[in-house]
């Protein structure tokens, strides 16, 4: 079946994780191998930019929060149960602690959008210890944590300071040269928010799969900005295998898009161009990308 859906091309990202990542287009199906074969092949070279920049282009993994908006958009009650522990002991090396530092964000992100103060400072907590334990603390400051809990409450607020704390997160990891666990936490979060969406949508109607079907793109940008940090082996030379192995399962989904007329708005000098995207996957595909995220979002966690 083909699903079609309209989307804007110029959007504003929603917070938080509205990190711009600087890679390379790798929308058409022609192009699908030559990424993977970049992530097997790429060298050591430690003067690349850790952050790729090609023909000019920029791209971004989606928010979590618009994973979190497209669950509540479903009707769907809370559930707590599907979130990562709060128990993170067992995560005793930097990768760990990255990689689920952006899990916990996009957990942060669904439950600050169903409203449920109480388990949002518990996760606000784990989300502190564990830039403690990264020295990011300078993105997690007094003033920010304060801040956190005097509008615990205030869905808008929250969302937003996340999203500044993270962005500086990221901004001091990469100053620092630490570009590798930037990455790693830009990859929890887009595997725990693909987790979420398709372990509590239960429904496997047109919506969800046009939502799956949409981060095929997303995902062979994820391999882009991971491929530089394979050769540094153990767990970022496992996660890579296992998103191309999911990236495998994504090459039976396919994207067309097609252009229409811009929409102009000549008061406040706006031209949007739009794109209609059409997204062709059956169930039985959608059901495949499902056990092979559950099984990626297993080993991150540790579960």
């Known amino acids: 079946m083909v699903y079609i859906k309209r989307w804007p091309i110029v959007l504003l990202m929603v917070l938080p994780f509205a990190i711009i990542i600087s890679s390379c287009n790798q929308g058409q199906k022609s192009q699908d191998d030559t990424i993977k074969q970049k992530v097997l092949t790429e060298s050591s070279d430690t003067s690349q930019s850790r952050i790729v920049k090609l023909n000019n282009t920029l791209f971004s993994v989606p928010s979590p929060y ?113 570009e590798y666990l930037a990455c790693a936490v830009i990859a929890g979060g887009w595997i725990e928010s693909m987790y979420l969406m398709t372990h509590l949508a239960t ?17 062979d940008n994820l ?38 007329k811009s929409d102009t708005d000549p008061e406040n000098n706006l031209t949007k161009v739009q794109t209609q995207t059409n997204i062709t996957m059956d169930k039985q595909t959608l059901l495949e990308i499902k056990k092979q995220v559950g099984q990626i979002r297993a080993y991150i966690v540790k579960s």
Not at 137 to 162: C, H, P, V, W, Y
Not at 203 to 218: A, D, I, S, T
Not at 240 to 253: F, M, N, Q, T
């Open 66 to 178: 618009q994973a979190a908006i497209f669950i509540s958009e479903q009707e769907l009650p809370y559930n707590s149960g599907v979130l990562n522990n709060l128990q993170t002991t067992h995560y005793n090396s930097t990768f760990f602690r990255a990689v689920n530092l952006g899990v916990y964000g996009a957990d942060m992100a669904y439950i600050t959008l169903y409203e449920q103060s109480p388990d949002a400072m518990n996760y606000f907590s784990v989300i502190k210890g564990l830039a403690e334990k990264l020295q990011l603390m300078g993105a997690f400051d007094k003033g920010t944590i304060q801040r956190i809990e005097n509008n615990i409450g205030n869905q808008d607020s929250i969302l937003q300071i996340l999203g500044n704390t993270y962005r500086n997160a990221d901004g001091y990891l990469k100053e620092n040269e630490q």
């Open 203 to 219: 429904r496997e109607n047109q919506q969800l799969m046009q939502r799956v079907g949409e981060n095929k793109n997303p995902l």
């Open 223 to 260: 391999l882009e900005i991971l491929a530089p940090y394979k050769n540094r082996g153990g767990d970022y030379e496992i996660l890579i295998d296992k998103l191309l192995d999911l990236a495998s399962v994504y090459e039976k989904v396919q994207i067309d898009y097609t252009y229409i």
